[in-house]
């Protein structure tokens, strides 16, 4: 795996709080959960980190000159 980037990051205290209570419900650290929150947000703003699409993204099924019938 890739080194990460380290640098510090200020919350406010309730925030922070707020995600921690959340990081435990999903068995995650804080700092995980950040991690997460921020590429999920990234993805929902089409800011991908990789070529391949999110998984929760539906796949489209392969087309093919049958499947599109032309009218003339």
Same mark, same amino acid.
Do not use: C, Q
């Given at each position: 795996?890739? *080194? /990460? /980037?380290?640098? !510090? +990051?200020? +919350? =406010? &205290? /309730? %925030?922070?709080?707020? +995600?921690?209570?959340? *990081?435990?419900?999903?068995?995650?650290?804080?700092?995980s959960?950040?991690?997460?929150? +921020?590429?999920d947000a990234?993805?929902?703003?089409?800011?991908? %980190?990789?070529?391949? !699409?999110?998984?929760?993204? &539906? /796949?489209?099924?392969?087309?093919?000159? =049958? =499947?599109? &019938?032309?009218?003339?």
């Open positions: 795996m890739a *080194a /990460k /980037k380290n640098f !510090p +990051l200020r +919350l =406010d &205290p /309730k %925030l922070y709080e707020v +995600l921690e209570r959340w *990081a435990a419900d999903e068995f995650r650290s804080v700092n959960h950040i991690e997460y929150l +921020l590429r990234a993805s929902r703003a089409g800011r991908h %980190l990789s070529p391949r !699409p999110p998984a929760s993204a &539906p /796949k489209e099924p392969a087309s093919s000159a =049958d =499947d599109n &019938p032309t009218t003339e």
